[in-house]
């Protein structure tokens, strides 16, 4: 009776022993690092820490550590077998990989906007982990920067972009139209430049650092882009006002709704974030600063605000766009799914439905940028 009772304990042991294995081997917790293929150079080097909820779900924060060194959290990380996925939806980012038996390396491909770059990612102990850079402090608010030193090269045609970024101090542009640089500098929609050249449609990179330490608000980044532009374009202009065909933006009735008023800092700049096409998050900003955004990136007219408010605010707008939006970020919009029941509304029904305002096509007077010198950049 007694070897019979130690024979099952040791057929029982002989099958834990395999079991255990087995669920170390569905463990992912732990960094894993890669380079995402850009094209571009090196590439960028990403890395994404993987750990356990308290339900037992997979959660994840992730890197872009050659882009800047605040952590991204992950939206969702899900295995099937050696199937992994993870989504970043504020960014529009999915990632499709599959795991080794081992589960050391995932091999896979990263999606963002409908572009798609391989990144194969490796399974790393704390001591072989990239270093994140510490984030770079702010540059002072009131400061009023100026390049201290800058790289202006025409863009290579196959390269990424059109792409406005701010890496640690680095002011950089990527496939930017010199049209687009204007625009972005001076908030301004394309439309509303007069005597401008034929060659307004080069594309350009830029790489700069400022004369100001600290890394630079969007605002300031606005100042180093126009001091490119007059120092190494040589621009000089003056403005003028011009009936134009444009969008005005005004309340709808019961309007507005759903935005919420922030502490009025005007020194502090709004922020202007699209999470993919259509998806926009809005904060600090007036009415003009919003009306400047979507002139600037959405927009094929110029939007002009006469909402009537002045207080700064804080909201979301999701809508699906048409084929005449994002032209000016270079965004190749297919045309709605008129079938799909959970497509967000167009942009003017999703403007009264989501703010309580209303966007309509008319003609006013707006400002232009007459130019009156322009060159192509000086070499560097």
């Not at 406005?164 to 687009?180: L, P």
């Not at 942009?347 to 400002?367: C, I, P």
Request: net charge neutral; proline share 8%.
């Amino acid at each position: 009776m007694r070897k019979l009772r130690l024979t099952t304990w040791v057929a029982g042991l002989a099958m834990l022993i395999p079991m255990c294995g087995a669920l170390r081997a569905q463990d992912i917790s732990g960094n894993w690092q890669g380079t995402l293929q850009t094209g571009q150079g090196d590439g960028l080097r990403t890395l994404l820490k993987i750990s356990k909820t308290d339900n037992g779900a997979w959660k994840a924060v992730f890197y872009s550590i050659d882009q800047s060194p605040q952590p991204i959290a992950v939206t969702s990380v899900t295995v099937q077998g050696l199937n992994f996925n993870l989504t970043i939806t504020p960014l529009d980012v999915t990632y499709t990989g599959t795991l080794n038996s081992d589960r050391t390396t995932i091999t896979g491909n990263a999606t963002q906007h409908g572009a798609t770059h391989v990144l194969n990612l490796q399974r790393v102990s704390e001591e072989n982990t990239w270093a994140v850079p510490e984030p770079p402090k702010p540059m002072p608010a009131d400061a009023t920067p100026k390049f201290d030193v800058v790289t202006i090269k025409p863009s290579d045609p196959n390269g990424r972009g059109p792409l406005f970024t701010i890496q640690g101090r680095h002011v950089m542009t990527f496939g930017t139209t010199v049209s687009s640089l204007i625009a972005f500098a001076y908030s301004i929609q394309t439309k509303q430049l007069v005597n401008a050249p034929a060659w307004l449609d080069e594309k350009y990179d830029i790489d700069g650092v400022p004369d100001v330490e600290g890394q630079p608000n969007i605002k300031q980044m606005r100042l180093l882009i126009r001091d490119a532009l007059v120092q190494r374009f040589g621009l000089k202009f003056h403005n003028e006002q011009r009936e134009l065909a444009v969008y005005a933006l005004t309340l709808a009735k019961g309007g507005p709704k759903t935005m919420t008023v922030t502490a009025n800092k005007p020194s502090d700049p709004g922020n202007f974030i699209f999470r993919g096409p259509g998806k926009l998050m809005v904060t600090n900003s007036t009415m003009k600063d919003f009306c400047d955004g979507m002139q600037e990136a959405v927009m094929d007219k110029p939007v002009v605000d006469q909402t009537g408010l002045t207080d700064r605010y804080d909201f979301n707008l999701n809508w699906t766009p048409d084929q005449s939006q994002f032209a000016a970020m270079g965004a190749k919009i297919p045309p709605p799914n008129i079938d799909d029941p959970n497509a967000p509304p167009s942009l003017y029904t999703a403007l009264q439905e989501q703010l309580g305002l209303k966007l309509e096509s008319t003609k006013a007077n707006a400002d232009v940028m007459v130019i009156d010198h322009f060159d192509k950049p000086s070499a560097n």
